[in-house]
Every structure is written in C-alpha cells, then in structure tokens.
C-alpha cells in the first residue's frame, strides 16, 4: 500500500493496480482510510498521489476529499482532483465545489453502478467511453450501446441498460456496488 506513494511513477501505478485485487481484505478500508487522511493533510505529492489512488480505485468515500481540493494551489492538483470527481462519478460539473457537494448529496445512497449507466449519458465522449468500458467489465453486459454511435443509437441501448437496472434492482436488490 505504501507503494503507491512511491517516488517512481511506474512502481505506484504499479502498486495501485495490485492493490485493486486486495479490494476485499478487511484491511483494504483501512488503507483508503489513510489515502482520505493524505488528500487532506498530505504535502503537495502525497496528496497528488492519493487523488491517483482514489481515482484508480474508483473510491466514492473521497469525494467529498476531492471536492475540497478543486480551488486548491498548486493548480496541477486542482485539475487533478476534477479528472479524479469525474472518473469515479461519471459525471463532469466543473470546478464549481458548491455543484458537486450538491451532487454527492442527491446521490450518495445510489449505488455507483447506477452513476456508471447515467455516465453513458454524457455529453463527453470520454466519459461515455469509460463508463461503457467499466460497465462491460463489471456486469458482463453489453446491450448494443456503443459511446461513440449516434445520440439515437445510444438512447436504445441506455433503455437496454435501465431496463436490465430496473430488473437488476428488484431480482438482486444490493448487488450491485
């Protein structure tokens, strides 16, 4: 866990992607523990790195970490710390924190899974890229949608994902994270 601070960009990307498969073992929560306590109190590297760490993965409990971090100094780290809202969110407000604390607030009950279909929405091509890609690899569904294809092609196979949530909500009820 401790490499993920590591001087050597290689060997901290490295260690985060380890790190992902130990997202089971009681201690893992422990370690995020710490990542949060670093984006707020770490020096200018620590607290680059731990927006690293909790964008890879995917770490919902920073967000409001994150948020704090938008109209920060140095601006590296404020950039940073956007790319990381919208990676884990899938959604892209901005800069504006007052946005975002609203945000997290209507929708910290809502699984991420579900944050991850509404990303197939979004405007950015990006985002819809990654949020089909981590949707794909999470249920094994695919649906037809492609983030690329036209806006009516995509409206037909978001309908397939929000009915395949919809039935997903009621068969398995917290399945989903």
Not at 5 to 17: G, H, N
Not at 47 to 54: F, G, N, T
């Amino acid at each position: 866990a401790l490499r993920i601070f590591d001087a050597e960009p290689a060997i901290a990307s490295l260690a985060l992607e380890v790190l992902e498969g130990y997202r089971d073992v009681p201690d893992f929560e422990w370690v995020m523990a710490g990542v949060r306590d670093l984006l707020r109190r770490g020096d200018d590297f620590q607290r680059l790195r731990a927006v690293l760490a909790a964008s890879e993965l995917k770490d919902r409990e920073a967000l409001p970490a994150l948020i704090d971090l938008l109209g920060t100094r140095p601006k590296e780290l404020a950039e940073d710390a956007h790319r990381a809202l919208v990676e884990i969110t899938k959604q892209d407000l901005g800069v504006s924190d007052r946005r975002w604390r609203a945000w997290v607030s209507d929708n910290e009950a809502v699984p991420r899974t579900r944050w991850l279909i509404d990303g197939l929405r979004a405007q950015d091509e990006h985002i819809r890229k990654s949020a089909q890609a981590e949707l794909n690899k999470l249920t094994g569904q695919f649906f037809g949608y492609r983030f690329d294809a036209t806006r009516a092609e995509r409206e037909s196979g978001m309908q397939a994902w929000n009915e395949w949530w919809a039935a997903q909500s009621k068969e398995a009820p917290g399945r989903w994270p």
